[in-house]
């Protein structure tokens, strides 16, 4: 699954890129098969609900080979290793299974955040910014329109980010999300078995579920092998750890 220039391009400018059809059709079934038996078979205490939420769903699979083949069974990990050179990733032996059941309520704002920032149910310990490099992420359900538990991107804001953390320093995302303007949000849309490669540094939310069905999902959350020592320089150079995109000279 080699990108095209084109492709890499988009990357670069828009902070994310969509690749249709990227995993099986086998792999997908199999893992919202084992996630529904584990719904069934389990269920969900309401008090875990806001944990669930911000952490994973099924917490017995996220290491499980069905959740992890879908990245190491597809061409995913492939793409990962071409855009920061091969035998630049750490190891991923987890997923996040991420599902959006559908709500009455009428929706609200979606609101931007980034990954790694400190909530009360999120795990991320209060004064730490847990940073990576690249979010992938896999529909296992398809998402034929807006408001229906879709991924939301806010276009380019992986430059408008790095370069204010470049003026104000990284630990500035501790007293919350730098006041910029940014471009309006995109509601990304698929089917299942289409993935999504988004540089940490994206903006990004979950719209509101205003449709019939369930959005099922899984992220993975990559770190290029020398992150702990580019940790913060990759927050104010956003191309840091994609050695892949600099020896093509993508950007």
Known sequence: MALTDEQTQ????DGYLQLPGAVPEERVAAARRAINASLGDRGMAPDELPTLRSQSYCGEL???RVILDLLYGSGLWGVAEELVASDSLQSVDKGQIALRFPTMAAPGAIRPHLDGMYSPTNGVPKGEIL???MLVGV???????PGRGNLTVWPGSHRQ???YFAEHGPQALLEGMPPIDKAPPVQLVGRAGDAVVCHYLLAHAVAPNVGPDIR???YFRLRHADHDARKWQSMMDPWTEWDGLRLAGAH
Do not use: F, K, M, Q
């Not at 988009?10 to 400018?13: K, N, T, Y």
């Not at 529909?139 to 329109?145: A, I, N």
């Open 10 to 13: 988009r990357l670069v400018e």
């Open 131 to 133: 940073n990576y490099t």
């Open 161 to 163: 980010h790095a370069a």
């Open 216 to 218: 099922y999902a899984v």
């Open 62 to 64: 996220i290491r499980d």
């Open 139 to 145: 529909l296992l359900s398809d998402v034929p329109g």
